[in-house]
Structure formats: C-alpha cells, structure tokens
C-alpha cells in the first residue's frame, strides 16, 4: 500500500522532471544552433554590455581617493560656487573618481543648492559615495 503510494509520487516527479528537462533543451537547442550571422550580434551585443558594465565600475565604484588614506574634503561654504566645490574635490580624487562625480553633481539638482560641510573620502570609496553623502546634506539642509 505504502510502496504503491511512493511509485505513484516518484512516477509523478520523474514526468515533471522531464517535461522540464524536454523543455530547457528545446530552449538550449534555439540557443545554441542559431546561425552564424545571428551569433555574431549575440556576440557583439555580450561585448558591448561587459564594457558598459566595466566602464560604469571604473567611474562610479572603483576607488575615487587619491592617496589610499583617509581624506577630508574642507570648507564647503554656502558661498562657493560649482566650479570651487570641483576644484576641491579634484584635490583629493583620482581622474576617473573626479569624472565620475562631475557627471552625478551634474545630473542632480546640487548646483543650485551648495551646503556646507566636511565630507570624508575613505579608502576604497568610489564617486557615488562621495556624491551620495554630498547630496544627502544638500537635501537635509533644503
């Protein structure tokens, strides 16, 4: 009775299991034998995507700091305009951490509202940090 139970379920698993197997190879078979032209865009398209993916690391989260220490970004003042908060943060970043940071002040609303403070740039620490805590503080102080 018990044994009779247990065929059953395992005959039911075992079909399931198929129809999944069956249908993953018909999807891995499309895949693979597609033709030579085909691939070659599949190809060109995983290319394009690795380096989009790789470049977006190299500006945004790779290490932005200059010297490996930790540094301070000093006396951001309501006063300064965009072009001497630049000046201060290329003092301490690399070039490609500086880009990346350019390009996120740029496309946020930060121009129009400098606040004050002291912004600490770890080791280890990309653009999107440092720009993260700088825009924080610019919305905490609106």
Request: charged share 20%; hydrophobic share 40%.
């Amino acid at each position: 009775m018990i044994a009779d139970v247990l065929r059953q379920k395992l005959q039911k698993y075992i079909f399931v299991l198929t129809i999944i197997n069956s249908n993953f190879a018909a999807v891995s078979n499309k895949v693979i034998w597609i033709s030579k032209p085909q691939r070659k865009y599949l190809y060109a398209t995983l290319g394009c995507v690795i380096v989009a993916v790789a470049l977006v690391y190299y500006y945004f989260f790779s290490s932005m700091n200059a010297t490996g220490k930790t540094q301070y970004i000093y006396s951001i003042d309501t006063d300064d305009n965009i072009d001497s908060v630049y000046n201060k943060v290329k003092a301490v970043s690399n070039d490609h951490g500086f880009i990346g940071c350019c390009t996120l002040v740029r496309h946020s609303s930060y121009k129009d509202h400098i606040r004050t403070g002291r912004y600490a740039l770890k080791s280890g620490e990309g653009a999107l940090k440092l720009c993260s805590a700088i825009l924080k503080m610019a919305c905490k102080s609106r």
